[in-house]
């Protein structure tokens, strides 16, 4: 039935390379008018290159764009050409102007206008309220837009390009920072856009989302197209199979029964730790060589209270013992020199240095810990980053390449190599998994698991339950800024959903 | 062919090709100067001892170009880590430099000849010029790093007031020092205008500096990301505070330098708008003024290109007070040559012809 619908866009041979890489090989793409499009890829597959591509951030080398009922030949130079031939995107990383209101976000550049012409505030006020409210946003328009947590702000840029008047809507990982709630909103709304015949390319790492809201599967691996599937046609594991090109172990356990055993010895004691407005106070205990998750909705407290540990976010009651020794932990440096590192779940914003190497990335905490006046030798700095770029599989042209040419998976395991280069006793991996392919998951969390063999203790924050159940001896709930119960024992994603949500505590 | 085209490649690809090039063209204007007015072409390069001193265009270039390029290695590690301007430099070079006359020769003394004179030893005066400019530059720090203002706001208030504070100093009175033991750190060493001798030194220890600490790491770090920077150990406050502290000791030196060129506490003229030309040779460097990554070695080339305009500028006959505008000229084609647009022309046309050579090479 979906075939019968009209093309909208055809992409015909794309081709586009990038220093070293060959980054899309003469690649195909068809999407139709009124359905749903998943482009599935592992990381430096090639799909936001190929949505480059066709929003005009990418000048690629050789191919054709059709686009309209005629299928006329386009090129966009930009994402406003690209705006105003009826394609809008929304990225994987909010692209909004985080000082100005959420009205302002929604109408910048194409603010309505008085009969004076300036802009008409009034009215940009009045409009925002009425798209908010006819997409089911409960947002004051007039807050400034740093206000919102990165999921309602995500929410935001999805209305912005919904009312745009667009045939094309291109969503770049929209769901990785919404819990399932906000997902199944979005997805509310893009079944019903689908209906008014918008074609929308979903590009997403979440396999059951895929199952869940889409009409057709496009796989690309290493710059080439895998091939163009019926959603019918394409059971998971035949998908998993395509993306990778190789048998997946995606529902084997990665544990096994010695890793439940943890020792006695308390690495980490946190009695009455808070932050105001945050993270309402907590105790803490984390044993050796243990995993501990921390679960709950976002914006529930997680990353506040990995963060209140770490000293990112400094605590302001409470105190805490590491080995056994009270310490005091005033900024990150405090909590490195105890063997702690924290990956945090916002990438680009606290996670990469994106103009420096791939290896001044990872020799970063090294050298931070070395002081600056005790520049860790070329050679030996050479050595460590080659040793990480071959243990972690990290993707790079050479080690001097910018940090910020890698994809997303690729950057994650950057930071994550340098945690592991300060060789900690203590880790806390807030969202190592946001954002990244399956097999790259899987690979992560196995990391996990064999840190807690090495007597190493991690804190391991996700989203999804399934993979915190796979990695965690134990799980700390969290519920509105507040540790509500711990898990240990029956770890079941029922188990787990219902302290989760309320209720009975345990 | 093929192996020229490579070459080329690699020559335009580098980061300091630019810098180069700039140095290059204004060469290259001169020795056509030369040549059109019949003197001898290479005028430009030459190099005579006169006195027991070196003299040449050249040599006047590196001479008078000193203070600026000292200026601008602290100001490409201000822009670097702050991505901001320190628009102070110029004033603190003349606070610095008065104080230390101030202090040679006692306050209210307009005049010393005699060595027996000075009110302390020389190095002391000099140091504690040098000091006052540093503490100046961690006053600038303070207000930047820790109290979050922006750069240029902050520098604004000794930009206003170093010079003011000059004054109060010298008793709103020009103070000379006649002794050759000052004049010397704006005089000739050996046979080397000081200046130069100075300029190489700074330069030289910056650069023992960078390559023997992570100090370029962690500045350029925190410039690009702070809060990544942080949560990895690094102390933005501090990297950024020890910026405008070496911004600030540089422009003491440059102070020094400036008074003891003209023997005297000059405090409304020492480093005169030289804060603009700091932060111009920073960005003809081909460093980015949005803070980042930086290129020491395109900075000091940029500050010597800006002199290098200049002094072209009076060899070929322009009236001092036009000169500003053909410099103008100059500095606005080189940074459209360097301009991120006219950077992505030149790509897109590398490619197109890749491209060409590709699809020959298939047929």
Same mark, same amino acid.
């Given at each position: ?58 000048? +690629? ?5 059709? +686009? ?65 409210? !006819? ?18 702000? #995500? ?192 990438? !680009? ?62 950057? #994650? ?31 992560? #969390? ?61 | ?46 190099? $005579? ?64 000849? $005699? ?104 500045? #350029? ?143």
């Amino acid at each position: 039935m979906v075939m019968d619908k009209e093309v909208v866009l055809s992409m015909r041979g794309i081709c586009m390379t990038f220093p070293g890489v060959k980054a899309l090989n003469n690649v195909d793409f068809t999407l139709r008018e009124g359905e749903i499009h998943a482009l599935m890829g592992e990381n430096g597959a090639g799909k936001s290159t190929l949505i480059k591509c066709l929003t005009g951030v990418n000048d +690629f080398e050789k191919g054709e764009i059709f +686009f309209g009922k005629d299928q006329h030949p386009i090129r966009n130079h930009s994402t406003l050409d690209a705006q105003k031939n009826g394609i809008s995107t929304v990225y994987q990383e909010v692209n909004l102007c985080p000082n100005l209101s959420v009205a302002e976000n929604l109408f910048i550049g194409r603010e309505p206008l008085t009969r004076f012409g300036t802009i008409n505030r009034k009215g940009m006020i009045s409009r925002a309220r009425e798209l908010m409210k !006819k997409l089911d946003i409960q947002v004051d328009v007039t807050q400034t837009l740093e206000n919102y947590s990165i999921a309602m702000q #995500q929410m935001i840029a999805i209305a912005r390009a919904v009312d745009m008047d667009c045939k094309v809507l291109i969503l770049d990982e929209p769901t990785s920072s919404l819990d399932d709630k906000e997902v199944e909103k979005l997805f509310t709304l893009m079944r019903s856009l689908r209906d008014e015949g918008i074609g929308i390319i979903f590009v997403t790492h979440f396999l059951e989302q895929v199952y869940a809201v889409c009409d057709r599967i496009t796989v690309l691996r290493n710059g080439q197209l895998v091939g163009e599937y019926e959603i019918a046609d394409l059971p998971r594991l035949r998908l998993v199979a395509a993306m990778m090109g190789k048998d997946f172990d995606d529902l084997q356990s990665i544990k096994s029964k010695e890793d439940e055993q943890v020792s006695d010895e308390k690495l980490i004691e946190a009695r009455g730790l808070s932050h105001a407005r945050k993270i309402k106070p907590f105790d803490l205990d984390i044993h050796r060589g243990e995993v501990v998750g921390l679960t709950g909705l976002l914006g529930s407290g997680r990353s506040e209270l990995a963060r209140c540990i770490y000293g990112a976010d400094r605590a302001q009651t409470g105190h805490m013992k590491v080995k056994g020794k009270e310490v005091r932990i005033n900024a990150p440096i405090d909590a490195m020199r105890l063997g702690m590192g924290l990956l945090p779940d916002d990438r !680009k914003a606290e996670g990469i240095v994106e103009d420096l190497s791939v290896r001044e990335n990872i020799m970063l905490g090294m050298q931070s810990l070395a002081g600056v006046v005790k520049r860790i030798p070329m050679e030996k700095q050479m050595e460590i980053t080659k040793h990480y770029i071959d243990l972690l599989e990290i993707k790079t042209p050479s080690t001097e390449t910018l940090v910020k040419q890698l994809s997303g998976g690729n950057q #994650q395991k950057v930071i994550i190599a340098r945690w592991l280069a300060t060789d900690p006793d203590f880790l806390i991996l807030d969202e190592p998994t946001r954002g990244i392919d399956v097999g790259t998951k899987t690979e992560i #969390q196995k990391l996990v698991v064999q840190l807690a063999r090495q007597g190493k203790s991690v804190i391991f924050i996700s989203s999804e339950i399934e993979e915190m159940l796979r990695t965690c001896n134990r799980l700390a709930v969290l519920r509105d800024g507040e540790k509500v119960g711990e898990l240990t024992e029956n770890l079941t994603q029922e188990s787990v959903m219902k302290v989760i949500a309320g209720g009975e505590r345990s | 062919m093929k192996n020229g085209m490579a070459w080329l490649k690699k020559i335009t690809g580098m980061r300091l090709f630019l810098p180069l090039f700039s140095v290059f063209l204004v060469l290259i204007i001169n020795v056509v100067y030369d040549a059109v007015q019949g003197n001898y072409a290479l005028e430009f390069f030459r190099l $005579e001892l006169k006195e027991g001193a070196l003299y040449g265009r050249i040599i006047d270039i590196l001479n008078r170009g000193s203070e600026a390029a000292i200026l601008a290695i602290g100001m490409t590690l201000v822009v670097s880590s702050s991505a901001g301007t320190d628009i102070s430099v110029g004033s603190v070079m003349s606070l610095a430099g008065s104080l230390c006359c101030m202090l040679l020769a006692g306050f209210g003394v307009t005049h010393v000849r $005699e060595i027996g004179d000075l009110q302390m030893p020389i190095f002391v005066g000099v140091l504690a010029g040098i000091a006052v400019a540093s503490l100046c530059g961690l006053f600038n720090g303070f207000l930047v790093a820790k109290m979050k203002i922006q750069p240029m706001v902050a520098t604004l208030i000794f930009f206003t007031a170093g010079r003011a504070i000059g004054l109060l100093l010298t008793n709103n009175k020009m103070v000379y020092i006649h002794l050759d033991e000052f004049k010397v750190f704006g005089g000739k060493l050996w046979i080397f205008p000081t200046p130069t001798v100075i300029a190489a030194a700074c330069i030289l220890i910056m650069v023992l500096i960078l390559k023997t600490t992570s100090l370029g790491m962690y500045v #350029q770090s925190v410039g690009i990301n702070p809060r990544a920077s942080r949560i990895a150990g690094i102390n933005s406050t501090a990297i950024i505070l020890l910026c405008y502290v070496i911004c600030g000791l540089f422009s003491g030196v440059a102070g020094i330098v400036a008074t003891s060129r003209i023997y005297s506490a000059d405090s409304n003229n020492i480093g005169l708008n030289l804060e603009l030309d700091a932060i111009l040779a920073v960005a003809l460097g081909g460093n980015s003024l949005g803070g980042g990554r930086f290129n020491l070695a395109g900075s000091i080339i940029g500050a010597y290109t800006i002199q290098a305009i200049t002094t072209t500028m009076y060899a070929l006959g322009v009236a001092k007070a036009q000169a500003p505008v053909y410099k103008a000229i100059i500095v606005i084609l080189i940074v459209v040559v360097q301009s991120p647009v006219v950077k992505a022309f030149f790509a897109r046309r590398r490619a197109q012809k890749l491209q060409a050579y590709a699809v020959a090479g298939r047929s």
